[in-house]
Nanobody, 118 residues
Framework: QVQLVESGGGLVQAGGSLRLSCTAS????????MGWFRQAPGKEREFVAAITWSGAVTNYADSVKGRFTISKDNAKNTVYLQMNSLKPEDTAVYYC???????????WGQGTQVTVSS
């Protein structure tokens, strides 16, 4: 089974930047789409961004457009989430997910905490 390992979370001041990484143990048709989600305390998990290994599809939530960039390194089976101009409301546990198509996520990572102080 596919395993996803996230890294790169931490504490940053508002206006700062962080880059999250998610490495998949394998890259197959079942992991065609890679997505980032986040869950803040007391809130439901929400979609942040997604990308396909082909690069044909990239999507962003309106709340992060222009600030976050999702990218990939096929050779490393790794997807990145570059987060700039961070706001306190970006504070959440960020999860990586994968599935055969965007919107159909089958496997999830363990999550990495991002905390933005004001």
């Amino acid at each position: 089974q596919v395993q996803l390992v996230e890294s790169g979370g931490g504490l940053v001041q508002a206006g700062g930047s962080l880059r999250l990484s998610c490495t998949a143990s394998i890259r197959t048709f079942s992991t065609y789409c890679m997505g980032w989600f986040r869950q803040a305390p007391g809130k439901e998990r929400e979609f942040v961004a997604a990308i396909t290994w082909s690069g044909a599809v990239t999507n962003y939530a309106d709340s992060v457009k222009g600030r976050f960039t999702i990218s990939k390194d096929n050779a490393k089976n790794t997807v990145y989430l570059q987060m700039n101009s961070l706001k306190p409301e970006d504070t959440a546990v960020y999860y990586c997910a994968t599935g055969p198509r965007c919107g159909e996520y089958k496997r999830w990572g363990q999550g990495t905490q991002v905390t933005v102080s004001s």
